[in-house]
């Protein structure tokens, strides 16, 4: 396949990414409308965004095995397919649980886009896995700044939660009609090659890469996706702070190459933990204008994480094939699934003992999310311990040690 042709079929992964993020963005800025309309508690909420983290896995996981199977055209179509049902169910959903049922399409349709879209960037940019996968995931963030900005603008026209989901219809079609319309390469390996995979994610390297993903995916995601429950009441607009954070993470993971080449991706990975641990404890002290300051910390930290991992993977483990990639993402968005819950408990329990205290609820809104982020501080403090222990044994291990990627 020649490169115009290749850069074609990047192009509509990334409008696909583009709606994986809009879903998650728009989510979150509805999450105190879907409060008030259905009257749900913030650990209903939970499952609620629990189901979309669950459905991503469950994509990624039966994507993953099928991919050379099935290839990346028709894991695709599966994802618009979602997609499509999703949001009109989302847009027609009358409780909990039809919002439970329409979550999980939605994030299944997002775990689709990944299992196809992250293998046939690596087959489109064999010798540039890391960078291009960079590239690839700068659509995620970007697809929230788009989502934030559209859900700050209707919000200011008031217009219902329901338009803010219908929006997404417009990019779902186009990247539906670009799928269509592409001739995808054929898959390069044989249905031997998938038991060769899942053997090889045996690999204790595997298994440890697997461990830090679901921490880094709640420190970067779990953060995010309750950013308006938890910095509602500090002074500075949610929407305006993920929009900040998201477009610093598009910039950054669009010129990620000389960073890579420069730390190598363990390095990379070892700084993040480190800016994403500043960033939260500063945003759990932080109020106002400070908000920012501290959210511009928590950005740098969680800006290589998702693309660094995958890329490490393709990288360091490339006998883990499809399969690797996408279980890696799964893993991360089970884990957010299974934390989300927990976040909203911790929101609920937090406010009802400030309450307790006789606190205002404004202040009972503040310390319950400054308490929540205390919380969600301890991921990235464990990833720092992890990822200090591996860059000192790659660098013990010379053989480990292969070419990095650069731009």
Not at 12 to 26: G, N, P, S
């Amino acid at each position: 396949m020649n490169h115009i042709q290749s850069n074609k079929l990047f192009i509509a992964c990334c409008l696909a990414l583009t709606v994986t993020a809009m879903t998650f963005a728009i989510r979150a800025a509805i999450l105190t409308q879907l409060s008030q309309d259905f009257a749900l508690t913030d650990t209903e909420l939970g499952w609620v965004n629990a189901m979309a983290f669950l459905g991503f896995p469950v994509a990624t996981v039966i994507g993953g095995l099928l991919y050379n199977t099935l290839g990346a055209k028709k894991l695709l179509v599966v994802a618009f397919i979602g997609h499509v049902i999703g949001l009109a169910l989302t847009i027609n959903a009358v409780g909990f649980w039809s919002l439970i049922i329409s979550s999980f399409c939605i994030g299944f349709a997002n775990g689709a886009v990944e299992a196809g879209c992250n293998p046939l960037v690596v087959q489109l940019y064999k010798n540039n896995k890391t960078t291009m996968l960079n590239r690839f995931h700068v659509w995620f963030p970007g697809g929230i700044v788009i989502g934030a900005c559209v859900a700050m603008g209707m919000s200011h026209l008031a217009l219902s939660w329901q338009s803010q989901i219908a929006i997404m219809f417009i990019p779902t079609g186009i990247y539906g009609y670009l799928i269509v319309r592409h001739t995808f390469p054929r898959t390069q390996t044989v249905q031997a090659a998938t038991v060769v995979n899942v053997k090889s994610l045996l690999s204790p390297l595997f298994i440890f890469m697997a461990f830090c993903m679901s921490l880094t995916a709640v420190t970067e995601l779990g953060t995010q996706q309750w950013i308006e429950r938890i910095l509602g009441a500090s002074g500075a607009s949610p929407m305006a702070i993920m929009a900040m954070v998201t477009g610093l993470m598009a910039v950054g993971r669009y010129f990620a190459g000389p960073l890579v080449h420069a730390l190598n991706a363990t390095g990379v990975l070892l700084v993040s933990a480190i800016f994403a641990t500043l960033g939260i404890f500063l945003m759990s002290v932080a109020s106002g204008v400070e908000v920012y300051i501290a959210a511009f910390f928590f950005a740098l930290g969680v800006t290589y994480f998702w693309p660094t991992m995958l890329g490490f993977v393709a990288e360091k483990l490339p006998q883990t094939g499809a399969i690797g990639l996408s279980l890696m993402g799964g893993i991360g968005m089970l884990s957010v699934s299974i934390w989300s819950p927990v976040i909203g408990n911790w929101i609920d329990l937090s406010r009802e003992y400030a309450l307790q205290r006789n606190l205002s609820a404004a202040q009972a809104e503040l310390i319950a999310g400054q308490t929540t982020l205390g919380y969600l501080m301890i991921f990235p403090c464990v990833l720092i311990f992890a990822f200090s222990i591996l860059l000192a044994y790659q660098r013990k291990n010379n053989n480990f040690e292969q070419n990095e990627d650069v731009a």
